[in-house]
């Protein structure tokens, strides 16, 4: 899956396309692997921080990749996002001056392609993602 992006940055400061991507291998019995290429080298030893709605989350970097530390992270993180609607990554770059890097990203109906993919991978009775609580959904119009 991969989303666009707005980019807070420094004009000096280089980067290529990122991906925001949830990666399945049944192969392997790894599900729901959640992954962010930002197009640029993080600071290392610096996490990165991931925040889905109101929702935060904590990654560890390796080079250009955010990771998340624990399947069970995985999975509330792919939860988060195909119940969400904005993302905000925050990320220190590696390069001459350590910028600050802010990336936004609309993942509303990312379910749709959550399920695309599981289906695409023949993972079987991919569940619901229940509605968020705290989404803003447009009420219904009321039939006349």
Same mark, same amino acid.
């Given at each position: 899956?991969?989303?666009?992006?707005? %980019?807070?940055? %420094?004009?000096?400061?280089?980067?290529?396309?990122?991906?925001?991507?949830?990666?399945?291998?049944?192969?392997?019995?790894?599900?729901?692997?959640? %992954?962010?290429?930002?197009?640029? =080298?993080?600071?290392?030893?610096?996490?990165?921080?991931?925040?889905?709605?109101?929702?935060? =989350?904590?990654?560890?970097?390796?080079?250009?990749?955010?990771?998340?530390?624990?399947?069970?992270?995985?999975?509330?993180?792919?939860q988060a996002i195909c119940q969400g609607h904005t993302m905000t990554i925050h990320g220190i770059s590696a390069q001459k001056g350590n910028p600050t890097?802010?990336?936004?990203?609309?993942?509303?109906? %990312?379910?749709?392609?959550?399920?695309?993919?599981?289906?695409?991978?023949?993972?079987?009775?991919?569940?619901?993602?229940?509605?968020?609580?705290?989404?803003?959904?447009?009420?219904?119009?009321?039939?006349?």
């Amino acid at each position: 899956m991969v989303l666009n992006h707005e %980019s807070k940055h %420094s004009p000096l400061h280089r980067r290529g396309q990122a991906h925001l991507m949830i990666t399945q291998r049944p192969d392997e019995n790894a599900f729901d692997i959640v %992954s962010y290429s930002s197009g640029y =080298f993080f600071l290392p030893s610096h996490d990165v921080q991931m925040q889905v709605d109101t929702k935060p =989350f904590n990654l560890f970097a390796d080079k250009d990749t955010a990771w998340s530390r624990t399947s069970r992270v995985d999975h509330e993180l792919t939860q988060a996002i195909c119940q969400g609607h904005t993302m905000t990554i925050h990320g220190i770059s590696a390069q001459k001056g350590n910028p600050t890097v802010t990336d936004y990203l609309d993942i509303s109906g %990312s379910y749709l392609a959550y399920k695309t993919i599981s289906q695409a991978c023949g993972i079987e009775g991919v569940p619901a993602i229940p509605p968020n609580p705290h989404a803003r959904h447009k009420p219904h119009p009321t039939p006349l």
